[in-house]
T-cell receptor, first 110, second 115 residues
């Protein structure tokens, strides 16, 4: 199993550009999550999904959108990128309890 | 709103010393607590998960305790090694199936084990 995979690993965006961060898991987990981690800080939840077709906001959803059309994929969309969205983004998945994390996407907005 | 705190933010110990990492949370209505390890520039690796009904979990040199009534968890790492150098994060999830097992993270403790 590959576990949770994320693409791209790194990206630089200009202010106002848009992009989609990809996340795929091959463990048939129902739950999937997007977190962001700012330098020297813990992780904050952006959006989560409890199954295909069901998504909900986390603590810091502004400026982001998600969709969940399949069990495996949970892309995160950034519209009109802002410098405040410079961060490392982690995708995670879980069956019931234990969450498994992807390697992260390091995003810089300049 | 749940808040999770980890003190100290950084810790340096000589090799062989036992590590004691602290995590406190404000709302005791938790479903579980999870400890993670994060190496620089890498993702998170799950170390231990403690269900709210449990008092502790052990894996090799790692032992984590949970005291819900006081809102505390402690991660013990016995006989530390330079390879234990990393940032350690704790996170709690709320009660209730509708809560979706969302994690609230502490800020982490950065550990350096000196040879």
């Amino acid at each position: 199993n590959a576990g949770v995979t994320q693409t791209p690993k790194f990206r630089i965006l200009k202010i106002g550009q848009s992009m989609t961060l990809q996340c795929t898991q091959d463990m048939n987990h129902n739950y999937m999550y997007w977190y962001r981690q700012d330098p020297g800080m813990g992780l904050k939840l952006i959006y989560y999904s409890v199954g295909a077709g069901i998504t909900d906001k986390g603590e810091v959803p502004n400026g982001y959108n998600v969709s969940r059309s399949t069990t495996e994929d949970f892309p995160l969309r950034l519209e009109l990128a802002a410098p405040s969205q410079t961060s490392v983004y982690f995708c995670a998945s879980s069956f019931i309890d234990e969450q498994y994390f992807g390697p992260g996407t390091r995003l810089t907005v300049t | 709103k749940q808040e999770v705190t980890q003190i100290p933010a950084a810790l340096s110990v000589p090799e062989g010393e036992n590590l004691v990492l602290n995590c406190s949370f404000t709302d005791s209505a938790i479903y579980n607590l999870q400890w993670f390890r994060q190496d620089p520039g890498k993702g998170l690796t799950s170390l231990l998960l403690i269900q709210s009904s449990q008092r502790e979990q052990t894996s090799g040199r790692l032992n984590a305790s949970l005291d819900k009534s006081s809102g505390r968890s402690t991660l013990y790492i016995a006989a530390s090694q330079p390879g234990d150098s990393a940032t350690y994060l704790c996170a709690v999830s709320p009660l209730g199936k509708a809560a979706g097992n969302k994690l609230t993270f502490g800020g982490g403790t950065r550990v350096l084990v000196k040879p």
